[in-house]
């Protein structure tokens, strides 16, 4: 076994690999399982996080979205518990191989585009997200945030259970990464 990278030999690397394999099969797996570390979260909203996200991407996929909009709506919020004050682009790293650019920067840019909703509360610019006017994703990131994901805090809604979004999930995050539909980048 080596002790640093410039060590390693093909039969080093082999079984390596062999355990990526079987941990990237099980992904989705872990990114429920990170999903539902939200349900532990109390930062003082109607529902908690998890049920945020389940409501939000219930939302997107009763407006019709396709499926990998469905999926960015499921996971737009799963980096809160381990990194509050960037959660976006933590998120859009996370999703940003197996999903089109166009629905990374959605991710990425997600709170700045709710903060029309709030941001005059904390001393911000509610307006801040017209600085992005006439970027390729920012009509599909408004509508995100105005029709999803700001309406997705009420405790009454009939949200739809996680298990209801493991296809989409599995068809996701079991597609190779930085594929066809990632191929072109989008500007920040």
Known sequence: MFRSFDEATAEDWKPI????ERFQQ???????AALQALKHLDLGYPVDRY???LQTATRAF??????????????HDIGDVLAPTNH?????TMIAPY????NAWLVHHHEEFQG???AQYFGGD?????????HPAFARTALFTDHWDQKAFDPDYDTMPIDAFMPALDAIFTRPAWGPQTKTRLRP
Do not use: M
């Not at 690999?17 to 990526?20: A, D, H, I, P």
């Not at 009763?62 to 996971?75: F, G, K, N, S, Y």
């Not at 999903?99 to 166009?102: A, C, F, K, M, T």
């Open 126 to 134: 509610r307006h801040a997200r017209d600085a992005y006017r006439g």
């Open 62 to 75: 009763r407006a019709q979205a396709d499926e990998e909009t469905v999926v960015c709506a499921l996971i």
């Open 26 to 32: 099980g992904l989705v797996g872990e990114i429920v």
């Open 116 to 118: 029309y909703f709030y």
């Open 17 to 20: 690999g062999e355990k990526f």
């Open 99 to 102: 999903v089109s650019p166009e």
């Open 88 to 92: 976006g682009p933590f998120a859009a």
């Open 51 to 53: 049920e945020h996200s």
